[in-house]
């Protein structure tokens, strides 16, 4: 079993930065694909990107360009950097990890991911 703790959130003005942590713990050999999801008060979880065990990133069209997902094996951390934020970024956002998948692969279904972090709040506002 994994367990993963996010990390970093807080509130931040538009246009601001904030970095995200995930670090996982557990049955670590067992991790392939790791994800960041994010649901806002009212709307269902919804994917933000996502990263291969080789290290190749995946985002949702809403956060290209503004979003960059890393993973340190060596840690058993990823990390969520989050430039240009909206007032719309603003959610709770989740780590998950999945067995699954290839070297190479990336899942933006939730129903992929097996094991989930308790959360973090970020929150976008003047």
């Known amino acids: 079993q994994v367990h993963l703790v996010e990390s970093g959130g807080g509130l931040v003005q538009p246009g601001g930065s904030l970095r995200l942590s995930c670090a996982a713990s557990?049955?670590?050999?067992?991790?392939?694909?790791m994800g960041w999801y994010r649901q806002a008060p009212g709307k269902e979880r919804e994917f933000v990107a996502a990263?291969?065990?080789?290290?190749?990133?995946a985002y949702a069209d809403s956060v290209k360009g503004r979003f960059s997902m890393s993973r340190d094996g060596a840690k058993s951390t990823i990390y969520l950097q989050m430039d240009s934020l909206k007032p719309e970024d603003t959610a709770v956002y989740y780590c998950?990890?999945?067995?699954?998948?290839?070297?190479?692969?990336?899942?933006?279904?939730?129903?992929?991911?097996?094991?989930w972090g308790q959360g973090t709040q970020v929150t976008v506002s003047s």
């Open positions: 557990g049955t670590l050999n067992t991790i392939r694909t």
């Open positions: 998950a990890a999945t067995s699954r998948g290839g070297y190479w692969s990336t899942y933006s279904s939730a129903s992929e991911y097996h094991d």
């Open positions: 990263i291969s065990r080789g290290g190749l990133p």
